[in-house]
């Protein structure tokens, strides 16, 4: 399951990326950077100025473009195989009963990291065209997430697992702090908030990323400590659960 993941991640991607080297050889000027420039600046004027209303029907319409029948398949394609790996990852007990040595877990991070970080930065070295772009977007993200859970499990494995503990918190409540920080950056940035949005310089935005997530690791800490889920979370086992007498 967790080669077949892989697989199915990987190889459809590479395709891709190669079709669009061809076609960025054969048409340079087609492969430049594109953007819908009518499009986005609509989404910047709505989300700088528009009503609560407006923004809504905007994200719907810019969620649409990305993820509706056009893109449907490609999203499968990004979302469905990390998922069947990392399904594949926990049955294996990779992350949970020591199997795999420091040594190739050090291996595994050095090599992910460097090519992450390498495809991530390809539009920046090369030239910001189609192919370097999708690379960066798919690819690159992808092999980055897994130098992260290797550089995690190094540090369980060097007995910093105490020193983890609180952001081990935060991970226990995914969907209450989803959900909780989409609701306050959109009352940050969005008009009917404090209307920040495009206004931030890139270190502000930056520090208060880090605060937020901090704040989040505080609560979540303070909350787990008196209850066993988070509230939203204890609400999707309600739901899910709710005629299973075991669950």
Not at 77 to 98: D, I, N, Q, Y
Request: charged share 15%; net charge positive.
């Amino acid at each position: 399951m967790i080669f077949g993941g892989a697989a199915l991640f990987f190889i459809p991607h590479l395709l891709i990326s190669f079709y669009l080297m061809v076609m960025a050889i054969r048409s340079p000027d087609a492969s430049l950077l594109y953007t819908d420039w009518r499009n986005t600046a609509a989404s910047l004027q709505v989300y700088a100025n528009g009503s609560f209303m407006d923004i809504t029907k905007r994200r719907w319409l810019d969620w649409y473009a990305v993820y509706g029948p056009p893109g449907t398949w490609h999203a499968f394609l990004s979302v469905f195989p990390l998922m069947m790996a990392g399904a594949g990852v926990c049955r294996e007990g990779w992350l949970t009963k020591g199997r795999i040595p420091a040594k190739k877990w050090l291996l595994f991070f050095c090599c992910c990291f460097v090519f992450g970080l390498f495809c991530k930065l390809l539009p920046l070295i090369a030239a910001p065209i189609l192919p370097f772009l999708y690379i960066r977007e798919t690819i690159g993200g992808a092999v980055l997430s897994g130098a992260y859970v290797a550089l995690v499990e190094l540090c369980v494995k060097h007995r910093l697992a105490d020193f983890l503990r609180p952001v081990a918190m935060a991970g226990r409540m995914p969907l209450s702090n989803y959900i909780s920080q989409s609701g306050l950056g959109s009352l940050i940035f969005y008009a009917y908030g404090l209307g920040l949005y495009g206004k931030l310089s890139v270190p502000s935005g930056v520090l208060l990323v880090v605060l937020f997530f901090l704040m989040q690791v505080l609560v979540s800490d303070i909350w787990l400590h008196r209850f066993r889920y988070g509230p939203l979370e204890w609400g999707w086992r309600q739901l899910s659960y709710r005629n299973d007498k075991k669950g």
